[in-house]
């Protein structure tokens, strides 16, 4: 069974979330509230959501998560099937991150 621990407005998490949605994998949730991250939380990610825990297995970053899900569950793929699709949605997720580092951080995205 999966668990996912996110935060409601991340959207690092929502990332994760849509695609757990998409490919229709269940999974429980640990919603977490930003300043009372919970103790094996804080043990797995140092309190960064979202983390993916597969039986024991955990996985961090919502990139890897992404990736470690279209290998797990192939069905729907989300993941283009070549190399030029594939590399077109690096891009956009690259820009994703870039404008939401920026966010954080109050600087323009370049
Ligand atoms: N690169 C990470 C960024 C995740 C991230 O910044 N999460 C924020 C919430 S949106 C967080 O947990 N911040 C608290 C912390 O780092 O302890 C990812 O893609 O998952």
């Not at 970053?61 to 030029?84: G, K, N, Q």
Request: net charge neutral.
């Amino acid at each position: 069974m999966l668990t996912l621990y996110y935060k409601m407005h991340c959207p690092y998490s929502l990332r994760v979330r849509l695609i757990l949605a998409e490919k229709q994998v269940p999974f429980s949730r640990r919603v977490v509230t930003e300043g009372e991250e919970p103790a094996d939380l804080v043990e797995i990610s140092g309190g960064e959501v979202p983390v993916l825990v597969d039986d024991s297995f955990s996985v961090t970053d919502s990139t890897v998560i992404a990736e470690y899900l279209e290998d797990a569950f192939a069905r729907p793929a989300l993941r283009p099937p070549d190399a030029r699709g594939r590399a077109v949605i690096r891009t956009a997720t690259c820009r994703c991150e870039c404008l939401g580092s920026s966010l954080h951080l109050g600087k323009p995205s370049r």
